[in-house]
């Protein structure tokens, strides 16, 4: 299994920098997972769109799924011949209807096979429905925290995974129990207790040094990185 981040910021595009997505490929099988401001032009450096068997959103909010907007046009133009799976939370619905039905296969997130990979979800604790991805293949697992405050059921669903992908939205003298996301402190913590073989921070926040972040998660994880832009991983 490959990952490669298109988008690692979090909130709004900086200079250089886009908004979460993350593509995982598996003997053929390709999935995107978000697909946030400026992840679509990467995505293409990369993959043809009619290579793309399905787009998984964490949730809906537009840092992590407003380039499907402008991907309706890149698909209309593409050789792909039948609408792109689209998983997604029911909520919002008002954002949920404004996809495309010819563009888009909508499907809710339930346990689900696509090509070579398996996945299934846990809800996170964010402002509107959002899930962690667990992504499988035969001899590794990848998880992806999506947007998510604490919950005592998040180390359980990460138990073991040989990659985990965590929201390092904040940094600690920031956070507190309702705010939206996790700190990379709190990072460090899941990908201790919940025993992970390698842990990658992404979401940056453009108000956060990416060094302070790093040094944040190492307190309790010594070998956590920052997941770097371009930057592929084999599990």
Avoid at 100 to 120: H, K, V
Avoid at 187 to 203: F, I
Wanted: one cysteine or more.
């Amino acid at each position: 299994m490959k990952l490669t981040i298109l988008g690692n910021g979090g909130l709004y595009p900086t200079p250089g920098v886009a908004c979460s997505g993350y593509l995982i490929s598996h003997e053929g099988t390709n999935v995107l997972v978000d697909c946030g401001s400026g992840v679509l032009a990467r995505l293409m450096e990369v993959l043809p769109l009619e290579a793309l068997d399905a787009v998984i959103l964490s949730h809906m909010h537009f840092d992590h799924m407003s380039d499907l907007l402008p991907m309706t046009y890149a698909l209309a133009f593409s050789k792909r011949k039948e609408a792109l799976p689209l998983i997604a939370p029911l909520e919002p619905a008002m954002i949920r209807q404004g996809f495309d039905e010819r563009s888009f296969a909508m499907q809710e997130p339930t346990e689900m096979t696509i090509g070579s990979l398996r996945m299934s979800f846990h809800p996170g604790r964010h402002p509107i429905p959002s899930n962690l991805i667990s992504v499988r293949s035969e001899d590794a697992r990848l998880v992806y925290t999506g947007d998510t405050n604490t919950d005592p059921a998040l180390a359980a669903f990460c138990q073991d995974a040989d990659l985990l992908l965590a929201d390092a939205g904040l940094l600690e003298p920031e956070w507190t129990e309702e705010k939206p996301h996790l700190s990379a402190w709190k990072c460090g913590e899941l990908a201790r207790d919940a025993g992970v073989k390698r842990l990658l921070l992404t979401h940056i926040s453009p108000f956060a040094a990416p060094q302070d972040v790093l040094d944040e998660a190492r307190m309790y994880f010594p070998d956590a990185e920052l997941a770097a832009l371009g930057g592929q991983y084999d599990l």
